[in-house]
């Protein structure tokens, strides 16, 4: 397990404005963030995402004013956004405020430091991300063609929520978090990011602020519009933090490191997990990286179910040769 002294504070609350708590992932608490930075002539740019119809894909923009933030949930697409940074450095005015992944904290960080410009970054914690050939791979499994998607979101609108497709027939497919096919799609982890094979990382205390959903029974069995559970990690996430509670934008309890362990075990047990099963993994990475075995296994939710009993008959056999 981490360190529990990583963190600053562990919070669970939501943004006041009920409409962007609904449409957010959680409780708004990043969109609150992105949303009050604006409000400071310091920090003049972020970065949202919108989806681009034509390549049915999220690409990320650089926006500098509040009203253009595109609120669309959480996007299991795995999105190089240190590369998209760089390309746009001369763009960014003032300060820039922005949400990435765990890994991409640093190298984030350490580019806009060099180029001296002010940075609130604001980070998850992460179970792991998805190719963007992953959510191909699910409009396949559910019979959709690309050509006749508007739009989708992976999460928001509501809580926990889960993936909706918009057909340009005027269709609209809902399905639920972390439902099937999806689930088998990231179980399966054919479509998972070789980082994210030996990923250390709960999320990037680096990062000022990191998020996550509160996968606490309270909230599971009774809360249907969201709230976000948050680590603050910096000095300055802690400033912003009492500012936007003192002037009640956002609505929040003290959490602990214990409730964050709770809701969050998987993530904070991966250091242990990657340290137990790295011979596995390293051989599961090699097998699922194969274009063969990948073509072949991904085919069907049926191949895909068989690639996931010989995975699971390949650990066994790791874990009586290393035990
Ligand atoms: C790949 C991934 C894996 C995650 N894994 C977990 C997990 O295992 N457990 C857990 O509890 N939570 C996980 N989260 C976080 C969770 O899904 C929510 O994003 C989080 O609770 C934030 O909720 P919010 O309502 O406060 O954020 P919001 O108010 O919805 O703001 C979130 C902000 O993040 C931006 N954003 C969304 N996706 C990305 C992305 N891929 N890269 C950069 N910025 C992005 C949005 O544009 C938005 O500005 C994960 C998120 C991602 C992207
Ligand atoms: S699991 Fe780790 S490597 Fe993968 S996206 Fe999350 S932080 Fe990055």
Redesign the pocket.
């Known amino acids: 397990m981490q360190d529990n002294k990583k963190a600053i504070g562990y919070y669970i609350g ?2 006041v404005d009920q409409d ?2 609904y ?10 963030i ?1 949303k009050y930075l604006f409000s400071f002539p310091e920090y003049k740019t ?4 919108y989806f681009d119809e034509e390549n049915c894909r ?1 690409i ?1 923009k650089l926006i500098y004013q509040a009203s253009d ?11 190089d ?1 240190v590369g998209f940074i760089r390309q746009h450095l001369s763009e960014i005015s003032g300060g820039i405020v ?4 765990p890994c ?1 904290v640093n190298a984030i960080r350490a580019l806009l430091e060099k180029h001296n410009i002010p940075n609130f970054i ?1 980070s ?7 190719t963007l050939e992953g959510t191909y791979c699910y409009y396949r499994f559910l019979g959709i063609k690309k050509e006749n998607i508007k739009k989708m979101q ?3 609108n509501g809580w926990p929520s889960g993936i909706q497709i918009f057909l340009k027939d005027g269709t609209e497919i809902n399905r639920d978090n972390y439902s099937e096919p999806w689930s088998l799609i990231h179980r399966s982890v054919l479509f998972r990011p070789k980082r994210c094979f030996f990923c250390k990382k709960d999320t990037s205390y680096a990062s000022d602020i990191s ?5 606490l029974d309270e909230y599971i069995a009774h809360d249907k519009i ?1 709230n ?3 680590l603050v990690n910096t000095n300055l996430g802690q400033r912003i933090l009492l500012d936007m509670s003192s002037k009640n934008i956002i609505n929040t309890v003290r959490s602990s490191w214990e409730l964050y362990c709770k ?2 075990a ?2 904070v047990n991966k250091e242990i997990y990657v340290y137990n099963k790295q011979n596995f993994l390293r051989m599961e990475q090699k097998i699922v990286e194969n274009r063969i075995y990948h073509r072949v296994f991904s085919l069907t939710p049926f191949n895909m179910k068989i690639h996931l009993y010989l995975m699971r008959i390949l650990d066994k056999i790791y874990m009586k040769r290393y035990e």
């Open positions: 939501h943004i962007i708590r449409r957010a992932s959680s409780g708004g608490i990043g969109t609150a992105v972020s970065v949202t995402f999220y990320p933030i595109n609120i669309c949930g959480s996007i299991y697409q795995d999105i956004l922005l949400t990435c992944l991409q604001i998850f914690v992460c179970s792991g991300q998805t992976y999460r928001g998020l996550a959903d509160p996968w969201g976000t559970m948050f809701a969050q998987p993530n």
